[in-house]
C-alpha cells in the first residue's frame, strides 16, 4: 500500500531518461563525478606549479584555460577544485538532510512540545538569511573546509526538518499507518516501514535542489576565504584572486566562474525534472522565499 | 484581523529570542577567548579588561545572556573590539548603502520579471514562455559576484561605460551614484529577477486555471481587463511577499557583491568583521539583518491580510 | 461518418414539447445552432477527439437539456462552441449564435456576441466567483463592458439583479465579497451575474451539483421560474435525468463525445430506444427507491484518446448485438419524429 523507496527512485530514473535537460543535467553531473575523482591525475600540470615566464597568458595550446597572475595553469586547478565543490556540497547536504530528517521526524510523529520546540529551533535558524548565517558560523569556528561544510549544512537543516514534518503528518493520518499502530508496531518500525517511504519523493527532490544551493555557498565562502585555504585551488577563490585582474586576463574571471555555474545548473535541471516526476506541486511561497538566498 | 496580526506577532517576538540567543551564542563558540583572539598581537592588559568587562565576558553565561538582550532592546549591541565606537551606529552607518543597492536590485530585477512572469504563463508554451524559462533557470543557477566579474569585464574592461567598482553617496552625486550602483544590482538583479519569473509565472498559471477566470472569460470580458482584474489581482498576493522576502534577504545576503564591488554597506561591514574578528560588529550585524528580516517577513503577511479579503475574517 | 441527412426537427413544431409560452412569434431561427462541432484536443498521448458531429438547437423561452457522464463530452461542446474551449482545442463545424456564424467570426466579435448575448452559471460556485471582488462589482462587470453602463448604473443594475434572484437585503449585500455567502447564496449571485446583459441565452453547467439537496431544488426552481418571466433560452448541463423531467423541453444523451440519443424529454422518457439512456433512467432514484438499490451501469466510460472503432458504448452494453456494433458506427436515426437514436437495435416500448 505505501510506495517502496526502490520504487520512488526507479520510477524517477525512467522519467528522467525522457526529459532532455534532465539527460543533459545528468550527463554533466557524470562528467563532474569523473573530474572530481580523477582531476588530479586529468590536470596537465599540478595545481601550484609555477611558470614564471608565463604569468597571466591567455589560452594556447600549452595552456587551454590560460595562466594565472601566478603563472599556475587554469586548467589544472578548476578540474581539481571540482573535487572540493562536490565534497562540500555533498557533506553539507547529507549533514542537513541527517540532521533535518531526524527533527522533521520527531516533531511531527510526537508532536505536542517536541513538535513545538524543534520547530521553533528550525524557526531560528531559518530568520536568518543563508549566506549571513554560514559566514556566521564559519567565522567564529575558523575558515576551512570542514567548517563550511558544517556551516552550510546547518544552514539547509530547516528545510528538510520541514519537508519532512509536513510528510509525516499527513502520512500518520492515513489508514494503513493507523491501522500499524492499533495492531502494536513498534514506532521504530511504522517510522521506517510506512513514514520513511511515503516521504522519500519529496525529499528526493530537495535533495537535488540542495546540493545546488549547497555549492553556491560553498562557492561564496570560498570566495570570501572561508572555504578550503590556498594552496588548494577552489572555484570561488579563484575568483577572488583573479578579480583584480580580469580587465586584463578574462579567462581568470571566465573559467572558474562557468565552472561552478554548469554545476548549479546540473543540480538544478535533474532536481527540477525530479520534482516534476515525483512532487508535481507549484512552487509555493516557501520555497520561492528560500529558493536561493 | 487584528487577533491575525497580534499571533503574527507574538511568534515573531518568540523567534526574535531564538535568533539572540543564537547570536549570542555564536561567540561562545569561538575556539578560545574571544577577546584575546580579536586583539591578536595588539594585546595588551588594559585594553582586554575593559573590551571583556565592556562585553560582560566576565559574567556567568546566564546573566551575559540577560544583558546582552537588555541592551539589546534598548538598542546597545556593544562596541567594537577594534574601534570602541558602538556597534549600532556602525551598522546605521553601513544601512543607507547597502539599502540603495538592494532597493536597486529588485527595482531592475521587476522590471524584467514582471512582465516577463506574467506573458510567460498568459502565453505559455510560446516562444517567449520557453525563453522566460531558459532565462530563469540561467539566472537561478548563476552566481551573482560572477556576474558581477562578467559585468565589470564587459562594461568596465572592454566597453569602459561604467567604473569597475566603488561607492558614491547618493545624496551627495546621484548620477554618480549610478554609474556605480548599475553594475552590482544588475548582477544581484538578474538572480532575483529569474526567482521572481519563475514565481510570477508560476502564481499566474495557478490563477488562470481558476474557475473564476473562465467565468470572467464567459462574459466576455476582453482579455486585458481579464488578466488585469481577475487574474493579476490575485496572481500578485503572493508575489508582494516573495518580492519582499526577496528585499529583506538581500539586506544580510549581498556580502559577496558588496565585496567584490567595494560597496560599504552592510555586508562589507560583515566581511570586514570577519577579517577582522570583530565579533561584536559581526554579531551585531547578524542580528540587524535577521531582525529586519523578521519585521519584513511579519510586515509582509500582514499585507497579505489586507490584500486578500479572505484572511481577514479567519 | 457524417449524419447530417437526418437535421432535428424543429421541437417547437412537435407541439407536445412546447409545455411553455413561448417568447415570442414563432421565430424560425433558433438562438443557438450547433452543426456537426466537432472537438480535438491535443494532449501529451496524442489527440483526444471529445466531441464528434455533434448537432442541436435552443430556441427562444426553450430548454434544452444536454445529459451524460463526466467526460462524455456534454460540458465541452457548449464551450467550444461559445468559444471558451481549452487553448489546446481544436474545434470544427458551424455554430449559429442568432443567426450569426460564430466560427467565422474573429475573436473579439465572438467575445463581444458571447458576453452580451450568453450567460453562463456553473457548476461550482464556490470557485467560480473571485474572491477579491466584490459580488456588485462581478455581477455587472459585463453590463459596463456591453452594454456601456457607469460603475453608478452598473451598481444599481447589480442591486435590482440580486433582489431579482431572491438575495435578502441587495442594496447592502452588494458590496460584500463572494466569501460571505453560502453556498446557494453564491450560486444565486452567479445567476444574477449570468443574466445581467438580459442575455438570450442562458447556459447551466451542472449547476446544482455543488449544493446540497434542498438548496438544489430552489435553485432548479429560480432557473425555471427566470425562463419563463425572461423568455431566455436554456442549455442544462447535468448527469441528473430527475432535474431533466422537471425543466427540459428537449434532450440529448451523449456517450463517448457523441450524441447518442436526442428529442422531446417527453419522447425520450416515455420510450427510450438506446440501451444507454435506458441504463441511464433506470439507475435513476426516484420515489421508493432507495440509494443502495440503484441499478449502476458495469464498467466505465471510453478515454477520448482510446474510442472503440465502432459504438462507444459497445463495451458496457446490455444488447450486444453482433460484430457490426462493434466495428461500425452506427448512424442517428429517427425512431419518431424528432426522436433520433444512434443504435442498430433500437429499444421497443416493451422491451
Given at each position: 500500500m505505501s510506495g517502496h523507496p526502490d520504487g520512488t527512485l526507479r520510477r524517477a530514473l525512467s522519467a528522467l531518461r525522457h526529459d532532455p535537460p534532465a539527460v543533459a543535467g545528468t550527463a554533466v553531473l557524470l562528467l563532474l563525478l569523473v573530474v572530481g575523482v580523477a582531476g588530479r591525475w586529468l590536470?596537465?600540470?599540478?595545481?601550484?606549479?609555477?611558470d614564471v615566464d608565463g604569468?597571466?597568458?591567455?589560452?594556447?595550446?600549452?595552456h587551454l584555460f590560460g595562466t594565472d597572475?601566478?603563472?599556475?595553469?587554469v586548467l589544472s586547478r578548476v578540474l581539481v577544485a571540482a573535487r572540493v565543490s562536490l565534497e562540500v556540497g555533498l557533506v553539507s547536504v547529507g549533514i542537513a538532510l541527517l540532521v533535518g530528517v531526524t527533527v522533521g521526524l520527531l516533531a511531527g510523529w510526537y508532536r505536542g512540545w517536541v513538535d513545538n520546540v524543534l520547530m521553533r529551533g528550525m524557526d531560528v535558524l531559518f530568520a536568518f538569511p543563508v549566506l549571513l548565517l554560514a559566514v556566521a558560523i564559519v567565522a567564529v569556528l575558523g575558515p576551512g573546509l570542514l567548517t563550511a561544510m558544517v556551516a552550510i549544512g546547518v544552514v539547509y537543516t530547516p528545510i528538510f526538518a520541514r519537508v519532512t514534518r509536513a510528510g509525516v503528518l499527513s502520512v500518520r493520518e492515513q489508514v494503513f499507518v493507523r491501522a500499524a499502530v492499533s495492531i502494536g508496531a513498534s514506532d521504530a518500525r511504522i517510522i521506517r516501514r510506512h513514514v520513511l517511504p511515503n516521504i522519500a519523493a519529496p525529499l528526493i527532490v530537495q535533495t537535488s535542489l540542495s546540493l545546488a544551493f549547497a555549492i553556491l555557498s560553498e562557492a561564496a565562502l570560498s570566495f570570501l576565504g572561508?572555504?578550503?585555504?590556498?594552496p588548494d585551488p577552489a572555484w570561488g577563490r579563484m575568483l577572488y584572486d583573479g578579480r583584480g585582474f580580469v580587465t586584463e586576463a578574462w579567462w581568470l574571471g571566465v573559467f572558474p566562474g562557468a565552472a561552478i555555474f554548469l554545476t548549479v545548473l546540473a543540480f538544478n535541471l535533474v532536481g527540477d525534472a525530479l520534482r516534476d516526476v515525483l512532487d508535481p506541486r507549484q512552487l509555493t511561497v516557501g520555497e520561492a522565499r528560500r529558493s536561493r538566498r | 484581523m487584528t487577533r491575525f496580526v497580534l499571533r503574527r506577532l507574538l511568534q515573531s517576538v518568540v523567534v526574535l529570542l531564538g535568533v539572540t540567543l543564537v547570536v549570542f551564542l555564536l561567540l561562545q563558540?569561538?575556539?578560545?577567548d574571544p577577546v584575546r583572539v580579536a586583539l591578536g598581537?595588539?594585546?595588551d592588559q588594559q585594553t582586554y579588561d575593559a573590551l571583556r568587562e565592556r562585553s560582560g565576558l566576565d559574567q556567568p553565561l546566564v546573566a551575559q545572556y540577560a544583558s546582552y538582550v537588555g541592551h539589546a532592546l534598548t538598542g546597545d549591541l556593544g562596541v567594537s573590539?577594534?574601534?570602541?565606537?558602538?556597534v549600532t551606529t556602525i551598522v546605521l552607518e553601513r544601512l543607507p548603502a547597502t539599502l540603495s543597492l538592494a532597493v536597486t536590485a529588485v527595482l531592475l530585477a521587476l522590471l524584467v520579471a514582471f512582465p516577463l512572469g506574467v506573458l510567460s504563463a498568459v502565453r505559455s508554451g510560446s516562444a517567449l514562455d520557453h525563453a522566460a524559462r531558459v532565462f530563469s533557470q540561467f539566472g537561478v543557477s548563476v552566481p551573482d559576484f560572477w556576474m558581477g566579474i562578467m559585468g565589470i569585464l564587459l562594461f568596465?574592461?572592454?566597453?569602459?561605460?561604467?567604473?569597475p567598482s566603488g561607492y558614491v553617496a547618493l545624496t551627495e552625486d546621484p548620477a554618480g551614484w549610478a554609474s556605480h550602483v548599475l553594475l552590482p544590482a544588475g548582477a544581484v538583479g538578474l538572480v532575483t529577477a529569474s526567482i521572481l519569473t519563475r514565481f510570477i509565472r508560476s502564481s499566474v498559471l495557478e490563477v488562470l486555471s481558476e474557475d473564476y477566470v473562465r467565468t470572467a472569460e464567459a462574459k466576455g470580458l476582453r482579455s486585458r481587463i481579464v488578466v488585469v482584474r481577475h487574474v493579476l489581482r490575485n496572481a500578485l498576493i503572493p508575489v508582494v511577499t516573495v518580492v519582499a522576502v526577496q528585499l529583506a534577504s538581500l539586506i544580510g545576503g549581498v556580502i559577496v557583491i558588496e565585496v567584490l564591488f567595494a560597496w560599504p554597506g552592510v555586508g562589507r561591514l560583515t566581511y570586514d568583521a570577519v577579517q577582522a574578528r570583530d565579533y561584536p560588529v559581526l554579531q551585531g550585524a547578524v542580528l540587524f539583518v535577521a531582525a529586519l528580516f523578521l519585521l519584513m517577513n511579519l510586515l509582509v503577511d500582514v499585507l497579505y491580510a489586507r490584500l486578500d479579503p479572505r484572511i481577514g475574517v479567519r | 461518418m457524417r449524419e447530417r441527412t437526418d437535421r432535428p426537427t424543429r421541437?417547437?413544431?412537435?407541439?407536445?414539447?412546447?409545455r411553455h409560452e413561448p417568447?415570442?412569434?414563432?421565430?424560425?431561427?433558433?438562438?443557438l445552432a450547433i452543426e456537426d462541432l466537432t472537438v480535438t484536443i491535443g494532449t501529451r498521448r496524442g489527440p483526444a477527439r471529445?466531441?464528434?458531429?455533434v448537432d442541436w438547437s435552443v430556441r427562444a423561452g426553450q430548454t434544452l437539456a444536454l445529459v451524460g457522464?463526466?467526460?462524455?463530452?456534454k460540458s465541452l461542446t457548449v464551450l467550444a462552441a461559445t468559444g471558451l474551449?481549452?487553448?489546446t482545442a481544436r474545434v470544427t463545424g458551424r455554430v449559429r449564435l442568432l443567426g450569426e456564424e460564430l466560427t467565422a467570426l474573429p475573436e473579439p466579435r465572438r467575445r463581444r456576441l458571447r458576453g452580451r448575448h450568453v450567460g453562463f452559471v456553473f457548476q461550482d460556485p464556490m470557485t467560480s466567483l473571485?474572491?477579491?471582488?466584490?459580488v456588485g462589482r462581478q455581477v455587472t462587470e459585463a453590463c459596463e463592458e456591453h452594454?456601456?453602463?457607469?460603475r453608478r448604473q452598473a451598481r444599481e443594475r447589480a442591486v435590482e439583479l440580486l433582489d431579482l434572484v431572491g438575495i435578502p437585503s441587495p442594496r447592502q449585500r452588494?458590496?460584500?465579497?463572494?466569501?460571505?455567502?453560502?453556498g446557494g447564496m453564491r450560486q444565486r449571485v452567479v445567476i444574477a451575474m449570468a443574466l445581467s446583459c438580459e442575455p438570450d441565452l442562458l447556459i447551466a453547467?451542472?449547476?446544482?451539483?455543488?449544493?446540497d439537496v434542498t438548496t438544489q431544488a430552489q435553485i432548479v426552481e429560480l432557473i425555471a421560474d427566470l425562463r419563463r418571466r425572461l423568455g431566455t433560452a436554456v442549455v442544462w448541463i447535468t448527469h441528473d435525468l430527475g432535474v431533466v423531467a422537471g425543466v427540459a423541453d428537449t434532450v440529448a444523451v451523449m456517450y463517448g463525445g457523441r450524441i447518442v440519443e436526442q428529442g422531446p424529454v417527453d419522447a425520450v422518457f416515455d420510450a427510450p430506444s438506446h440501451p444507454y439512456t435506458r441504463a441511464l433512467l433506470a439507475a435513476r432514484p426516484g420515489?421508493?427507491?432507495?440509494?443502495?438499490?440503484l441499478p449502476a451501469i458495469q464498467g466505465s466510460p471510453p478515454s477520448p484518446l482510446d474510442l472503440p472503432?465502432?459504438?462507444?458504448f459497445w463495451p458496457r452494453?446490455?444488447?450486444?448485438?453482433?460484430a457490426r456494433c462493434e466495428h461500425e458506427l452506427p448512424p442517428l436515426v429517427?425512431?419518431?419524429?424528432g426522436h433520433r437514436v444512434r443504435t442498430f437495435y433500437p429499444l421497443s416500448e416493451d422491451a
Open positions: 590536470a596537465p600540470d599540478g595545481v601550484n606549479d609555477v604569468i597571466l597568458r591567455p589560452p594556447s595550446l600549452d597572475e601566478l603563472g599556475r595553469d572561508l572555504g578550503i585555504q590556498p | 563558540l569561538v575556539p578560545g598581537t595588539r594585546f573590539f577594534r574601534s570602541g565606537q558602538p568596465a574592461g572592454v566597453l569602459g561605460w561604467l567604473p | 421541437p417547437g413544431r412537435a407541439g407536445a414539447t412546447d417568447a415570442g412569434p414563432d421565430i424560425a431561427e433558433p438562438v471529445a466531441v464528434a458531429g457522464e463526466s467526460g462524455s463530452g474551449a481549452p487553448r473571485n474572491p477579491v471582488l466584490t452594454l456601456g453602463m457607469t452588494v458590496d460584500a465579497y463572494p466569501h460571505q455567502f453560502s453547467d451542472e449547476p446544482t451539483t455543488a449544493l420515489p421508493g427507491v432507495r440509494d443502495g438499490d472503432a465502432g459504438c462507444a452494453c446490455p444488447v450486444r448485438g453482433d429517427p425512431v419518431a419524429p
